[in-house]
Nanobody, 121 residues
Framework: QVQLMESGGGLVQAGGSHRLSCAVS????????MGWYRQAPGNQREVVAS???????NYADSVKGRFTISRDNARYKVYLHMHNLKPEDTAVYYC???????????????WGQGTQVTVSS
């Protein structure tokens, strides 16, 4: 069974840095895209950053220049490096992946369980 396992949430002071990690567990054929979303209380889930298998990245305007997404293709892992954190970055962060479970299947979307990041002012 394919799952996304997140780690790294916690409490960080404003201006600080933090890193989130996400790993694909289970047998898969390949990934197309991996990324991070977040959802703050009362808000809709929004995309934070994404990275394709060939390394193309995209960022939400609110995190450009502060967050960096990277991936380890060999280990099907993705990381979110967060710098200069602000209280408005406080949210539950979700790992997301679009991947092929087998070479014969169509692409499928998977989500992690979410990890809380709280930025104190």
């Amino acid at each position: 069974q394919v799952q996304l396992m997140e780690s790294g949430g916690g409490l960080v002071q404003a201006g600080g840095s933090h890193r989130l990690s996400c790993a694909v567990s289970g047998s898969i054929f390949s990934t197309v895209l991996m990324g991070w979303y977040r959802q703050a209380p009362g808000n809709q889930r929004e995309v934070v950053a994404s990275i394709t298998s060939n390394g193309t990245t995209n960022y939400a305007d609110s995190v450009k220049g502060r967050f960096t997404i990277s991936r380890d293709n060999a280990r099907y892992k993705v990381y979110l490096h967060m710098h200069n954190l602000k209280p408005e970055d406080t949210a539950v962060y979700y790992c997301h992946a679009l991947l092929y479970v087998t070479q014969y299947s169509g692409p499928s979307t998977y989500w992690g369980q979410g990890t809380q990041v709280t930025v104190s002012s």
